[in-house]
């Protein structure tokens, strides 16, 4: 528990200070280093909020990064279960 | 082989995907809130707003000038010596050409009114940032607007206000990916479209007709008409109808420490 909030901490720290290249790569060590990481979303969230042209409106383009990244997440519940280091 | 078998308690395992559903569900309820409701959003800024400024302030600092080598220095005053001789006559020149400019708008009747401007200090901007944006330490608290233009350099126009905080903006670049905006060209005046390409760089579609030299001069339409790109490479095919006009503006947006804002 705590190795994951020290993970989420130093994404959420990643996200504003690193260049984002370095926090996707980390969202992806963390993604498959951690049994569950669904909170990745979030993360996605935040940087299309802090460096995107953010509106309401819903409209696809606003959210490159939030829909990457549940993409991601979506892809890793498939890739996990056929791997044997998640297995238990 | 053995593999460790998943537990056969089915009330360990149902309590562990009640688990996981109710923090799924959890994330997206906070999800949406965020998308909904911009005092959420905001959250965000308040806490990345002083880790961008400490950040900037770091960078801005000579600490690491101690850590240079003598002769690196030496050979670098050296250099910038030497563009500040170039530099000094064709200030003179463009200082001259100014003043001559003003006082035909003058004698004609077009007196520019002078912007008022506020000067930004870049706090995030490209390749930290995945878009062609800007985020900038002034808002809503220096009267800043939805809009408002961003020039750097004193007057090169690169980008307008998106969005207003209390105490940030962001500002979008002309030249992001897929922006369009209206332009002239070279000694013809030619009326053009420009497409912003990213990184300070941008197209125009133009008839081959359309006489255009790589160094042309593009502006934007306005009675104070400042350089805004030099035309890089013109490519076309034999066959083709339409030249394309590959530009980019003056400024490196990645090397910007401050901006000015019209207001």
Redesign the interface.
Known sequence: MLKHIILDALL??SV?????WVTVILAVGILYHLR?F??L??FG???D??????T?N?HPLDY???IFFIVLLLSSFLIKKRL?FY?? | MN??L??SNFEDRQKNARK?VA??AG?LI??GS???F?PV?NI??L??EP??KL?SSIAGSSFFEYFKAKQTLINERQAMEQKLFLAGDLLAVNENLKTENDNLKDLLGRKDPKDKTVLATIL?KP?????D?L?LDIGTDHNVKVGDKVIANGNVYIGEI??VLPKMS?A?LYSSPGRKLSVVLGAGSVTAEAVGIGGGNFNILLPREVEVKEGDVIVIPAINSNVFGIVEQVNFKDKDSFQTVLFKSPVNVSELSFVEVII
Request: aromatic share 20%; with cysteine.
């Open positions: 959420f720290i504003i200070i690193c260049p984002w569950f669904n909170e979303v979030l969230l935040m940087m909020i802090l460096y995107g042209n953010f309401s819903l490159k990064f939030t044997k297995s238990k | 593999y460790l998943k537990s996981k923090v799924t994330i906070l999800a965020i998308i909904a911009t959003r965000f800024f806490f990345s880790l961008w950040e995030v390749p930290q940032t995945p878009y944006m985020t998106s969005e962001k979008f």
